[in-house]
């Protein structure tokens, strides 16, 4: 082949080599951005957590009522006042009764100089039947007048019985009526910080009957001793004793938390209408003055630890797909896909035992489409 030719079919040749070249570029796999995560030693926990929020508690609260209704006469304290235990809270109207009270008082102040009386009687009424009794002996009177003066003096001693009776119960009858000022009369049973009172001075107060919610009319809350009371799902609650070390965190204190310990779990589970069956918990904080002041009715969630790894290989716990397998970033430019044995996790971290080394990186953005085990990837820049 002459030259001239060679050089004018290379020369027809060339569009169709460049159109090749061009179809096979554009149509190989692009590489897929993707987020890599480098494997490293460090701590993997093994946690469970509340299925609802939690309520921090106070370790006294009592709703307090009076026995009986009325109208009420004083109001002794304001809401969120402090008080000491066996302060006076509340009383209602109880002038009925208090004279009730005087008139028993003076019952007994009656009944005293009744037996004072009656008493001296007795005692004279004996001397004399001693005296009978002597004379009798000597021959002076009669046996029958010694006895009938013994039989005077048994007679008084017993009235001087009685009247000592009667006392008591007039005593008795004072007691009671206190008792009944006392269905009246409201007492702090503990320090503590009244939370909210229901009613005024001259309304009327009624206590709440049996199976009616009536509101208390004063709430106490002893806010020196708090607790966190957090629904564990039942499944869960086999896996908590007390003891068991904690992380409590709450919505007031954002990206905060404070470890703790569980002291309760309940005994029982609870049914809550369309909700998950649970078991309640109760946690303290290990530093209770570590958050600062908390306010009973805050929300809170508890993480109970279960178990505890330090310097094992971890991978962030979103890099796993099902069965066990992640994708790691290769040398060649490729991702491959590896299997895994795991052991503690979490919602962070997982431990890998088997499959992988510290240093390796895994992709984390599994998410995104296309990313499978196989295909040319790139990296993010910036590395997460």
Do not use: H
């Not at 009744?114 to 008493?119: H, I, K, L, T």
């Amino acid at each position: 082949m002459s030259p001239v030719l060679a050089r004018r079919l290379s020369i027809a040749f060339f569009p169709v080599v460049a159109l090749v070249v061009a179809l096979w570029w554009a149509g190989r796999p692009q590489p897929i951005v993707v987020v890599l995560k480098e494997t490293d030693l460090g701590r993997v926990e093994s946690s469970i957590a509340n299925t609802r929020a939690g309520t921090v508690e106070a370790c006294q609260r009592t709703k307090l009522s009076t026995i009986v209704g009325g109208r009420i006469e004083v109001l002794a304290v304001k809401e969120g006042e402090r008080v000491r235990k066996g302060q006076l809270l509340m009383k209602l109207w109880n002038d009925d009764q208090r004279a009730q009270s005087t008139l028993a008082q003076t019952q007994v102040e009656t009944a005293r100089l009744r037996v004072g009386e009656v008493c001296t009687v007795a005692a004279n009424a004996e001397s004399e039947a001693e005296r009978q009794a002597s004379l009798r002996a000597r021959g002076f009177v009669s046996a029958s007048k010694e006895e009938a003066a013994r039989s005077e003096a048994k007679a008084k001693r017993a009235g001087c019985d009685a009247a000592k009776a009667d006392v008591a119960q007039t005593l008795a009858k004072v007691s009671a009526t206190r008792v009944e000022q006392g269905r009246t009369i409201l007492y702090a049973p503990f320090d503590g910080t009244i939370a909210k009172i229901v009613g005024e001075v001259g309304e009327y107060s009624t206590p709440s009957p049996p199976g009616v919610p009536t509101p208390p009319a004063i709430d106490l809350i002893d806010d020196s001793c708090l607790y966190v009371k957090a629904p564990m799902d039942e499944v869960d609650a086999p896996k908590i004793v007390a003891g068991q070390p904690v992380r409590i965190s709450f919505d007031a204190l954002p990206k905060q938390s404070f470890p703790g310990t569980v002291k309760r779990v309940a005994p029982y589970v609870s049914a809550v209408e369309k909700q998950a069956r649970t078991v309640d918990i109760e946690a303290t904080l290990d530093n209770p003055a570590a958050p600062g002041k908390l306010l009973v009715g805050y929300s809170a969630d508890v993480e109970v630890i279960l178990a505890v790894r330090e310097k094992v290989v971890r991978v962030p716990t979103p890099a796993l797909l099902e069965g066990g397998r992640v994708l790691v970033g290769g040398a060649g430019g490729k991702l491959e896909e590896r299997k895994v044995k795991t052991g503690l996790a979490n919602w962070e971290f997982t431990e890998v035992t088997e499959g992988l080394n510290a240093g390796e990186r895994v992709v984390t953005s599994l998410e995104r489409a296309g990313v499978k085990g196989g295909i040319p990837y790139t990296a993010e820049d910036k590395k997460q």
